[in-house]
């Protein structure tokens, strides 16, 4: 889930600041901006929800009779500048160490270590989504009390996607209340907007709200015009591909499959760092070629996509991957092999606490079982499944109909019980 980054336009201002120098001065919202900028616009600027241009400040300051500099959020900390440009480059480890120092800086202003906090959040992402959801949820906090309401409703995004990576259905609401936040606001990047909309149709994906989630990948693209990069492009048509598979669109899927796999490969080519983006979208194509019998193509992605996690040090999601092997390996009648695969899924989302994954496979594990004809093991397999995902009705119901599938397919005297 990669971005790209844009500081408002405006000077950034403490608006708690202007708003007490303004009644400190005996003025209304109206005698200040008269002849300035709009009763409305000064609103905002007060709200935190827009930021005034240079000689506009100025000329408050003036009315108010005050430095402009007492208004400002902060001096310019050049280590901000860093850790954004550190970011877009995707360079995680270099940007843990600088954030993690920025945090360490007792001198550092508050405004600084609130931006430190979100960089960490987001360099330990992938790796840790626990600790990155927890630091994310602090500087969103930090952020909206030091009138940065834009980076505010950025992080706000972000604890969605690590609620995501833990596999947390509700990311899809913490999804939209970003979005919303970020809407309200002047100045907007339609980059984030985009980059939002994706991450909510990831979301949606997630909860099999498919006509949705197609919905808002579409949105992306509509909203970000020409000003999406390839790696955004990729992660769109990753998620169309999804959403065109789970409704019987193979051929469309395996296009746009194609696609973010060109996307991706490029921004990689181009950038020379790994993403753990790529290794994910390299399993989800490798899982639909299994399904339409490529299997050496198949093989090739999946194998590109354990590679990738490897290269990224990333363990979030690499179960699934382990998960596509282990089926590649049953579809071959590799079954010793397929169930070594299956076991090492298994045990690594119970490591990480991926509950999904988790459940997911015990179901493979299950049909395996019952492809050897071992009925005691496909049952017990299914029943952990079902007490996994006991708090997960839909999911629980799509475990329900695979056990099915497995009976009818494979009558009761072939896998004993």
């Given amino acids: 889930m990669e971005r790209q980054v844009r500081f408002p336009k405006g000077e950034a201002i403490n608006p708690a600041a202007l708003r007490q120098a303004r ?39 003036r009315r108010l009779r005050i430095p402009a500099d007492s208004l400002l959020a902060r001096p310019n900390d050049p280590r901000e500048l860093a850790m954004r440009d550190l970011e877009d480059g995707q360079r995680w480890r270099e940007l843990e160490r600088l954030a993690s120092e920025t945090l360490a800086d007792l001198y550092a202003a508050p405004r600084t270590q609130a931006v430190a906090r979100f960089y960490l959040g987001r360099a330990i992402l992938h790796q840790q989504p626990e600790g990155a959801l927890r630091l994310l949820r602090l500087a969103r906090g930090q952020l909206a009390n030091l009138g940065e309401p834009w980076l505010a409703a950025e992080a706000r995004d972000w604890e969605g996607a690590a609620l995501y990576l833990l596999q947390d259905v509700t ?16 100045d907007r990047d339609p980059g984030v907007e985009a980059r939002m909309l994706e991450h909510i149709g990831s979301y949606q994906l997630q909860r099999e709200e ?8 579409r949105q992306a693209i509509d909203v970000a015009g020409s000003m999406l990069n390839l790696a955004r492009l990729a992660n769109i048509y990753h ?39 790529l290794a994910r979208l390299e399993n989800d194509f490798g899982d639909l070629l299994i399904r339409t019998g490529r299997w050496e193509r198949a093989e090739e992605m999946i194998c590109a996509a354990l590679d990738h996690f490897d290269a990224c040090g990333v363990d979030v999601g690499r179960a699934v991957a382990l998960l596509s092997m282990g089926d590649l390996r049953a579809q071959q009648d ?40 071992d009925g005691d093991r496909f049952e017990a397999s299914f029943s952990r499944a079902f007490e996994i995902l006991a708090d997960l009705p839909e999911a629980q119901a799509e475990c329900l109909a695979r056990y099915r599938r497995i009976r009818e397919a494979r009558p009761e005297e072939q896998i004993g019980g």
């Fill in 23 to 61: 009644r400190d001065a005996g003025l209304t919202l109206a005698e200040t901006a008269e002849g300035i900028v709009s009763r409305q616009a000064l609103q905002q600027f007060e709200a935190g929800k827009a930021r005034p241009m240079p000689a506009t400040l100025q000329a408050i300051a």
């Fill in 171 to 186: 990311a899809v609401d913490v999804g939209r209340d970003a979005l919303a936040r970020y809407r309200v606001l002047a």
């Fill in 210 to 217: 498919v006509g949705e989630a197609l919905g808002s990948y």
């Fill in 239 to 277: 998620g169309l591909a999804s959403g065109c598979l789970r409704v019987g669109e193979s051929r469309k899927a395996l296009d746009y499959f194609d696609r973010a796999v060109h996307f991706s490969r490029t921004a990689h080519d181009v950038r020379g760092e790994v993403s753990p983006n």
């Fill in 334 to 373: 590799r079954l010793e092999e397929a169930l070594q695969w299956t076991n090492q899924a298994i045990e690594l989302a119970d490591r990480l606490g991926e509950t999904v994954s988790l459940a997911l496979g015990y179901q493979q594990l299950g049909e395996q079982w019952a492809a050897q004809g």
